[in-house]
């Protein structure tokens, strides 16, 4: 902030165009890590009553009995979520460390 300031900007054109971009790049990994790890573990809420995934499968599953056919389901959706979420991750950190490339 004081080399911005000392160069001439105003402290809104520094957050702006130093300071934000460089703290989003570092804050983007974890935020991103700490939401999958959120979204695997929302079966645990499912002990304190909350409906997801996993509950409306374990209640198909025992309507049916077929638990290896709903589990099998659930992971799979659990899985593509946090692939697809991944990869948009991924792209978003490449998209803003694009000015940091040589």
Known sequence: LEACLSVGMTKLQ???RII??????????ATGNTFIGLLKET???????VM???AQGKMYAS???KYFETYL???IV????TIIYSMLQ??????????YRT
């Open 73 to 75: 389901a659930v992971a």
């Open 52 to 54: 997801e995934m996993f």
């Open 90 to 99: 991924d792209l978003f950190e490449r998209a803003m460390s694009k000015p």
């Open 20 to 29: 934000l971009p460089q703290a989003i790049r570092n804050a983007i990994p």
């Open 43 to 49: 079966s645990l809420a499912f002990t304190l009553g």
């Open 63 to 65: 309507g049916n009995h």
């Open 14 to 16: 520094a957050y702006r």
């Open 78 to 81: 659990y899985w593509a979520l």
